[in-house]
């Protein structure tokens, strides 16, 4: 090893996500159910410094709550820092300090972007030389978001979500996030889909999960009114269902001026669109003065980039 390499703490950042639009199929022959998402990264980040350790370690800190984050092995950015030195025959080991700016298990896929950060700092650090399409490889075998979190703007995903291509979205689009004190876990929630789906011979046949056109038609014209009325997400019903409450800030919101509320992914965050910045700020301040903090924030947004080396 190089006293250059030993010497450098490179720092990456990676985007949160909202999923716009997001249609799940029924469940495949693997076990997985087949989605249609349009992806947004917006301006919520995680950030992440890598340099070269005596072994694979991690710290994490944050401006959300980092309690439930695990600081061993099974820590997805740690995962992904392995398995860019794995590419290239590293052996020695790597620390992270991770500082977290997206909730936690809130849909918004904070721990998908930390593993695209780990990524794209440890490419650096080592000089791997992978390239962004090797990258989002990579991330794919660790989870559906963690390509997107790499590529960043706005894309369309199918699949299992993870295969991308980018969308066309024009102008900004200002949400508010309000987070929850509790997260939602993803297999419960889709666990929980498929027994809402269950009904005794009226069930509709979910067949393979397709984008509305409107939706992208909204985004390419930069249109957020436009884009209010075709936001949709499969996974609401589900997460409605185990966390009731948040029915009542959805409802809340959409008084208040929001030009729509969804649930963000699997939940329990949820995601409201606004017509302009200041609205979002008018917004975020109402949702706090009222006990629910509130993230303005702002889409679309580059996906996983160095910031400093």
Do not use: C
């Not at 490419?123 to 794919?140: D, K």
């Not at 199918?158 to 200002?174: I, K, N, Q, S, V």
């Not at 996030?177 to 009226?202: M, Q």
């Not at 729509?260 to 329990?268: A, M, N």
């Amino acid at each position: 090893m190089s006293l250059a390499v030993a010497d450098r703490r490179v720092h990456a950042r990676a985007p949160g996500k909202i999923n716009v639009f997001f249609e799940v199929g029924g469940i495949a022959p693997d076990g997985y159910h087949p989605v249609a998402s349009v992806y947004q990264a917006v301006s919520l980040f995680e950030d992440v410094w890598a340099r070269v350790g005596d072994a694979d370690t991690i710290t994490v800190t944050g401006d959300v709550d980092v309690s439930g984050v695990p600081l061993d092995g099974t820590n997805l950015a740690l995962r992904a820092a392995r398995r860019v030195a794995d590419v290239v025959g590293w052996t020695g080991g790597i620390h992270l300090d991770i500082h977290k700016g997206v909730p936690v298990a809130g849909g918004m896929g904070g721990g998908s972007a930390d593993a695209a950060a780990a990524l794209v700092a440890v490419n650096e650090l080592i000089g791997a030389g992978l390239g962004p399409l090797e990258l989002q490889a990579l991330g794919a075998g660790l989870g559906a978001d963690v390509p997107f979190s790499v590529l960043g703007g706005t894309a369309i995903g199918t699949g299992h979500g993870d295969e991308l291509a980018p969308a066309l979205a024009r102008g900004r689009f200002d949400w508010v996030l309000v987070p929850s004190d509790e997260g939602l876990s993803t297999p419960a929630v889709y666990g929980e889909l498929d027994r809402l789906r269950a009904v005794p011979d009226i069930s509709p046949d979910y067949g393979t999960p397709r984008i509305d056109p409107v939706v992208l038609q909204a985004l390419r014209a930069g249109d957020a009114a436009a884009l209010a009325g075709a936001v949709h997400n499969d996974l609401q019903r589900a997460a409605l269902s185990l966390r009731p409450t948040l029915a009542e800030v959805l409802h809340r919101g959409e008084s208040a001026g929001a030009l729509v509320g969804v649930v963000s992914g699997s939940g329990p965050t949820l995601a409201f669109l606004a017509s302009d910045s200041a609205a979002a700020a008018e917004l975020a301040a109402s949702f706090t003065a009222s006990g629910h903090p509130a993230l303005a924030a702002h889409g679309p947004v580059p996906g996983a980039r160095i910031v400093s080396d």
